[in-house]
Structures are given as C-alpha cells and as structure tokens.
C-alpha cells in the first residue's frame, strides 16, 4: 500500500463531485494510491440518511457511526434511520428538514456524522489523504459539515462555487471546538443587515470533552486571478493553494466574464477574458492546480510547465466502478462515448445557482425536454434554496427549481424559474435513490459530466477494468 507524503503537495488530485458521486469508495482508491482522493460533503447528510434505508448495504455507515465519537447521537441516528433489509419499493424515503439559518440539533448532529462517516470511510485503513469538496454556497449545512469531516480527520477542504472569505478562520476556530459564525448571502440585505447562521460543537456535544482537531489545509477553487488575490490577502485565515477550474470541467461552471452570447446550441461562450492570467496568479506564490480537461500524461506535464504542481481531474474518476454513480447510468454514458455521441450540453439555465452548469445528455434522465416537463415539481430536499429579506425584515428562503406559484407568492421573479431543474433531486436520483413521489413515479436521474467524458471509454480499451488505479497508470 503506498503511503502518501502529506506534507508535499499532490501531483493529482481527484476533485470532489457532489452529491455523491465522489463517494468515499473512490476517493480511497485514488488516496491509496498516493495521490489526494475528495469526498463531497454536499447532500451527505440526505445520501447518508437513504442508504441507511435501503438497508445500508456493505455496513459501511454503520460500521463508521460505531466509531463516531458521540455513542448516543450514533445510535439515535441508526435507531431513527436504519432499516434491516431496506424499506418497502412502494414506500418513500424519510427525509430531512430542509435547511435553514438556524438548524435543529438532530439536524445538525446528522450532518456531523454524514461528514464524518464520509471521510472515516474513504480514511479506513491506509495513511494516504483525503480532502473535502464543499460548495461555499450551501452556506447553511457548512458549518456543521466542515466539523464533521475534521472529526474525521480531514487533510483538505476544497470549496468553490462563490468566495470562500471566511471559511479559513472558520477551519482555525473549529480546531479548537470554538464557536463560528458565517455571513449569509441574502437578497435584498442592505449594509446594515447582518443575518448569520452558528454553530457551537461545545453546545452540540456538551456531554462530550472535545479534543483539539487537526486544521486541514484549505485549497479554494477559483476562475480567476483576482478572486485568488482576494482571498490570499483579505480571507480569514491561512489559504494554502488555488484549484484553477476552467469551462469544460463538470459540475457547475463559472459563468463567462466576457460576454452574456450564446452559441447555437444555447451554450454560454467563452473567450480570452475568462483565461486565467496564470503569470498574476503565480505572483501571490501559493500552489495552484489546473482543472477541466488536464486527464492525459501531456495534459499534467503542460500544467507543470505552466507552474501548477498538477491536476484535478473529474470527469474520468466519474465513471470508475468505484464512483457512486448509478451503474446502468456509467454504462449508457460509457456506451456513447464509445460510439462518439456522447452529448454534454453546458446549460446556461438548468441550476437554481444560476451558474451554468454541465449536463450529460443521456436517455432516461432528466436532460430529456419531455420527461422534464412531466416532472411534477417539488422542493423537499431545500440544499441550493436561496435566501432572501421578506418585507418583515426576516430570511425568506426560496428555489427557483421549487413549484412556481410557490417561488412567485415569495416574490420571485416567474422568469428565473423558466427551465429550472432540482439538481437536489436529480442528483441524489443519479446515485440510484431517487425519491417515490405519492402518484407512483420515481425521480429521475440528472447527469453531470465535463467534456473530457466524450472520450472516457478510452480508459475501457485495454479491458484491464475502469477502475481509479488504472486510470491513474495511464496518467504515468
Ligand atoms: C459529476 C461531477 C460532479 C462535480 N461536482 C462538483 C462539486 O460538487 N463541487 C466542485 O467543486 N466541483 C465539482 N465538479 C468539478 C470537479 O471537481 C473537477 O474540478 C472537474 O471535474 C475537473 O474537470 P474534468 O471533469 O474535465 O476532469 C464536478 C465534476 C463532475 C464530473
């Protein structure tokens, strides 16, 4: 088993893919093989909560809750959540509240635990390392999260999707049990506003003695020069490197800087102005990776060349065996990028975000025009619902994805909804636990891949298994 040197940095590193698809499973295989393998903290608590429900096949999560620190909250959580050979098929999921500035107990005990089961897991049994992906906008289960993947040791945090500024104090004051709070970003706040979500783990745990954590290091994952010299000189505490995500990674990407024009397929374009300026970036002299399209031996050498000290790589990992997507979903994408048709379609509209975001047109899934408008919508997962300041100067909570007259009665504009798709649901349906609705149907899955997945039956060819390591060998 090959031990990882923590203290220099990854040569690569496989990027955190939320919900769920950078299970604990893959981001082991890659860590046991020296390089930094990411868990996604995002949904986990929900992701969590159903495989528990479907009988918790393998015993992973049981097995990790028994060596979670807190014994009570364990057995409260296996006690409420566990069911011995699975649920019924004709029975729904239980879900969670959905999340708000001010989080019940349980609630955040589970998300404690999700986040610490997650990186206990992909941690077992080997001293390679292991980061977490967090996305700096689900601001209201961050806090607990980022406590739970520390108690389980974390190496990394790697977070994205908006400004992570107060994150790296948060890490610091988490390391010694203190109390953090975080700004929340809420439409319609003025300066005068201060709206906060807290979290207290000597409040949460007072039954418990709580012992110093280790302060992962924190990689903030950016599209441009000025937000790393940003966050280098203005965040909250130490940042110790830069992911540089450019527009063919999956996932969500940054929307284009240049221009508001759309090519002919209605894809957002970019041009020489959404470039990273690498020469400003390597002047604030922290370490930077490059992201979205880098899986191939030139592709790394290009970017050490360029003065990064590697790559984060996604799309690829996706579809290892190891990856927690569906397997009937691997094997229809794997199947296309066979045969060259493999569409990826950058959907300017899709995400209640607003951020473009990648989706893999696939048969079956949500990408279909006509299965998304059977889809009878519903918000009862709540991650990506945005905040706002209702007339009474209280947070309003809102998705765009969310039933119209819903999102339009708490004064949302009828416009932002139009082609909106709940990424909550279709992602956790991607993981095959899509939700029973009461008229009998399933929620479908929502694929997100980058472009490098066009050509990811490539990693199939030699037949030696689509598996982490030997992706990795191929990058030798
Ligand atoms: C299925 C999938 C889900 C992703 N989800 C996230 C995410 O939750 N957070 C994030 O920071 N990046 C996410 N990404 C981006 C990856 O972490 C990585 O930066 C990107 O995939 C690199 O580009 P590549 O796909 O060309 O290898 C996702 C990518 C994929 C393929």
Redesign the pocket.
């Known amino acids: 088993m090959v031990t990882a040197d923590k203290e220099s940095n990854p040569r690569i590193i496989q990027?955190?893919?939320?919900?769920g698809?950078?299970s604990w499973n893959l981001a082991r295989a890659v860590s046991m093989e020296g390089h930094l393998g990411?868990v996604?903290g995002?949904g986990i608590d929900s992701l969590m909560i159903r495989t528990l429900q479907m009988g918790d096949p393998g015993a992973h999560y049981r097995r990790a809750l028994h060596s979670f620190p807190f014994e009570k909250v364990a057995s409260k959580i296996l006690k409420t959540f566990f069911v011995e050979g699975g649920i019924n098929k004709d029975r729904p999921f239980a879900h969670l509240p959905l999340p708000s500035a001010k989080l019940s107990a349980d609630h955040e005990e589970i998300i404690v635990a999700a986040n610490f089961a997650e990186v206990f897991l992909a941690k077992e049994d080997h001293n390679g390392i292991i980061g977490i992906?967090l996305?700096e906008k689900l601001q209201l289960t961050n806090l607990p999260s980022l406590f739970g993947a520390m108690l389980g040791g974390v190496d990394y945090v790697?977070?994205?999707?908006g400004i992570p500024r107060e994150i790296p104090g948060v890490l610091d004051r988490l390391a010694l049990n203190e109390d953090v709070s975080i700004r929340l970003s809420v439409l319609g706040a003025t300066s005068g506003d201060d709206f906060r979500t807290f979290f207290s783990p000597k409040s949460l745990f007072s039954e418990h003695q709580l012992t110093k954590l280790k302060r992962p290091r924190f990689l903030a994952?950016i599209s441009s020069a000025a937000i790393a010299m940003t966050l280098a000189k203005k965040a909250s505490g130490r940042v110790d490197g830069f992911?540089v995500?450019g527009p063919?990674?999956?996932?969500?990407n940054a929307p284009p800087r240049s221009s508001s024009v759309t090519n002919d397929r209605g894809e957002p374009v970019y041009g020489e102005k959404d470039s990273v300026d690498l020469d400003n970036l390597k002047k604030i002299g922290l370490p930077f990776w490059l992201?979205?399209?880098?899986?191939s031996p030139e592709k790394i050498l290009e970017a050490i060349e360029l003065g990064a000290c590697g790559v984060?790589?996604?799309?690829?990992f996706?579809l290892t065996d190891e990856s927690g997507?569906a397997k009937d979903l691997k094997e229809k994408a794997l199947a296309l990028s066979e045969a060259g048709d493999l569409d990826i379609f950058t959907d300017p509209h899709c995400s209640p975000t607003q951020f473009p975001f990648?989706i893999a047109r696939i048969k079956g899934t949500l990408s279909d025009e006509n299965l998304y408008k059977a889809r009878k919508r519903i918000c009862d997962i709540g991650y990506l619902r945005q905040m706002y300041k209702k007339d009474d100067g209280t947070l309003g909570y809102r998705c765009p994805a969310e039933p119209e007259s819903q999102f339009t009665s708490k004064g949302g504009n009828i416009e932002d909804t139009r082609g909106r798709h709940c990424l909550c649901n279709g992602l956790l349906a991607t993981l095959g636990l899509g939700n029973l609705r009461s008229d009998g149907s399933r929620e479908l899955p929502l694929?997100?891949?980058?472009?490098?997945?066009k050509t990811a039956s490539r990693f199939e060819a030699d037949r030696r298994g689509y598996i982490a390591r030997n992706v990795l060998k191929l990058l030798e």
């Open positions: 990027g955190g893919m939320g919900i698809i950078s990411v996604s995002t992906n996305l790697l977070m994205g999707a994952i992911i995500e063919t990674a999956g996932g969500h992201a979205g399209s880098y899986c984060q790589i996604g799309s690829a996706a997507l990648k694929v997100t891949l980058g472009d490098d997945a």
